[in-house]
């Protein structure tokens, strides 16, 4: 198995899963660090706000007033667990995001107190357990950080927020395993985008915004955002469920562009078209509801913004082993270059169809 890749977009990967930015934990981590480094290459102008969303202005070359604006919203907070006691020096805790139980037993973490702490989460031993042990709960699990109950004590408060510290894996065939893939892997997308677009004109001025708070289902980061630039059009990255019997999308098989609810037509036509354009393969996800995501807050922001969501197939979400393809990150990177550079001017026209005259003459 080969772990040092020579991939530059697997080792972008790497860095953006290490970097810890559990959802609430505010605009002091290292992910705001790591985001901002990648992004300032690539943009005129980059800056974070209160909610802790890192925004990066690249501008375009339009002499139209108002300038025509799109945002990329991706965002990147990532599940976690919150401590809700301190118990005889073992800590009990709660999940940010909505983890899935059956994982997280033997788990590698790090508790973000007064200072990190290096723990792992165990349980009653399987000898010990009453009745069946499938019934897996967090609420049965503690974390161990090898301190005794005073030190626990002086170190720990409730409320501090626990990551996962688990290593990236690369898996065979261009596959990679690691933690925050959602959303972190739509992030990378974005910086692709962005390098991309240095190579090639472009009118509208860009926004990519890693937004915050997403995975709290609050949305903070993409509403306050959508609100503050205003934009004429929206690309909200995430990922999506891959390989699964309840959804028709494979990993490695392109990006997944959104049907349904919070996508608006226009922009999805345009998409399809760059998609062709480039020779590229892609996959239609078909949404019925408003699924859990920036796209709908983005979407109903001020009098309406059209937006689009453009996923990336990803395999056991909510877990520290969550799994992408590079070659579908690097694709929607650079389905949403193509995109952007052959936006003109006027195609906010198209967004919204005249009204037929309907009219009709009536007798006085």
Not at 188 to 197: E, F, M, R, S, T
Not at 310 to 331: G, L
Not at 339 to 356: C, N, R, S
Request: with cysteine; charged share 20%.
């Amino acid at each position: 198995m080969n772990n040092n890749s020579t991939n530059p977009t697997i080792t972008l990967l790497k860095r953006l899963s290490q970097a810890v930015g559990v959802s609430g934990y505010g605009n002091d981590n290292n992910i705001h660090t790591v985001i901002s480094t990648e992004m300032a290459p690539y943009v005129d102008q980059i800056e974070k706000d209160r909610m802790g969303s890192v925004i990066g202005l690249k501008k375009g070359q339009q002499r139209h007033s108002p300038r025509r604006k799109i945002m990329l919203a991706a965002h990147l907070d990532e599940v976690g667990a919150i401590v809700t006691k301190i118990e005889q020096g073992f800590v009990r805790f709660g999940e940010v995001g909505g983890l899935d139980d059956r994982v997280l037993m033997a788990q590698e973490v790090t508790v973000h107190a007064q200072r990190d702490l290096p723990g792992i989460i165990g349980s009653i031993p399987p000898h010990l357990l009453q009745g069946s042990r499938s019934n897996v709960n967090h609420t049965d699990m503690v974390i161990d950080v090898g301190l005794s109950p005073s030190e626990a004590a002086e170190l720990i408060q409730v409320g501090d927020l626990v990551s996962f510290a688990c290593q990236p894996v690369e898996l065979l065939n261009g596959l990679l395993s690691a933690k925050a893939m959602d959303n972190r892997s739509s992030i990378a997308a974005v910086l692709i985008c962005l390098q991309q677009l240095n190579k090639i004109a472009h009118q509208w001025d860009v926004y990519a915004v890693a937004t915050a708070d997403e995975e709290k289902g609050s949305y903070t980061g993409a509403a306050t955002q959508a609100y503050t630039i205003h934009p004429d059009v929206a690309l909200v990255i995430d990922v999506t469920f891959a390989d699964v019997p309840e959804f028709d999308i494979k990993i490695n098989s392109g990006p997944a562009i959104a049907l349904g609810p919070s996508n608006h037509p226009v922009v999805r036509k345009r998409l399809l078209k760059s998609c062709e354009e480039l020779e590229m393969k892609y996959q239609t996800e078909l949404l019925t509801t408003n699924l859990g995501c920036d796209a709908h807050a983005i979407e109903v922001s001020r009098e309406g913004i059209p937006t689009v969501l453009i996923s990336i197939p990803s395999r056991y979400m909510h877990t520290p082993i969550e799994v992408v393809h590079h070659k579908d990150v690097e694709r929607v990177g650079r389905l949403m270059a193509h995109f952007i550079a052959g936006l003109e001017t006027d195609f906010v026209d198209e967004l919204v169809p005249p009204i037929k005259d309907s009219s009709v003459n009536r007798e006085e």
